[in-house]
């Protein structure tokens, strides 16, 4: 099992470009989730998906932020326009649907910095 | 008050001791409790859920007391391994709202 795959592991952009951050999921999961990671804030959840659909959209910050998940194995967080304040560890996971919640597997993460 | 809260440490202790960590939650609707641990540069990854009679994995000891909203871990014999920072994490219903608390480092020191 390949695990949740993202990419790229590290970007590094400037102030006002967009930004798209790619996600695989582990195949057969249902559940699949977009953190963001800050020394200051910790992990906060910023959108999950059932089944390709969004269902709860609320910890995205603002509409600079969008997801998608156009089918069962992808899904991109887009930034447009990044600001410096982006900068974080961007992290996205999933879940198997017979199983409880909150068993997430986790990717390894795309380190974004924005100068 | 926020919603997950720990001891942000970090706990430094020698190889063998025994460490305990606390995590408190401000709903007391909140249904699932789990302890993940992250270590450095990398994504967390599930330690142990935590059950309301108390659960034991080896080295690892999880126990919850709803009445006080709290959740504890227990780590006996801690290994240089051990060295990581584990985050508490509680959800309400279903994936509506999933928390994850700020974190304890701990180092193991030979």
């Known amino acids: 099992d390949a695990g949740v795959i993202q990419s790229p592991r590290h970007e590094v952009t400037e102030m006002g470009q967009e930004v798209t951050l790619r996600c695989k999921p582990i195949?057969?999961?249902?559940?699949l989730f977009w953190y963001r990671q800050t020394m200051m804030r910790g992990l906060e959840l910023l959108i999950y998906?059932?089944?390709?659909?969004?269902?709860?959209d609320s910890g995205m910050p603002e509409d600079r932020f969008s997801a998608k998940m156009p089918n069962a194995s992808f899904s991109t967080l887009k930034i447009q326009p990044s600001e410096p304040r982006d900068s974080a560890v961007y992290f996205c996971a999933s879940s198997p649907r017979d199983r409880p919640p909150l068993k997430a597997f986790f990717g390894q993460g795309t380190r974004l910095t924005v100068v | 008050r926020k919603e997950v809260e720990q001891d942000p440490g970090p706990f430094n202790v020698p190889e063998g001791a025994t460490v305990a960590f606390n995590c408190t939650y401000s709903?007391?609707?909140?249904?699932?409790f789990f302890w993940y641990r992250q270590d450095c540069r990398k994504e967390p990854k599930l330690l142990m859920s935590v059950y309301s009679s108390g659960n034991e994995d080896g080295r690892f000891t999880a126990q919850l007391n709803r009445a006080s909203q709290y959740i504890s871990l227990l780590i006996r014999d801690s290994k240089l391994s051990d060295s990581a920072t584990y985050l508490c994490v509680v959800g309400e219903t279903s994936y509506d709202k999933v928390i994850f608390g700020p974190g304890t480092s701990l180092s193991v020191i030979p």
């Open positions: 709903n007391s609707a909140s249904q699932s």
């Open positions: 998906f059932n089944n390709n659909v969004p269902i709860d």
């Open positions: 195949s057969g999961h249902d559940y």
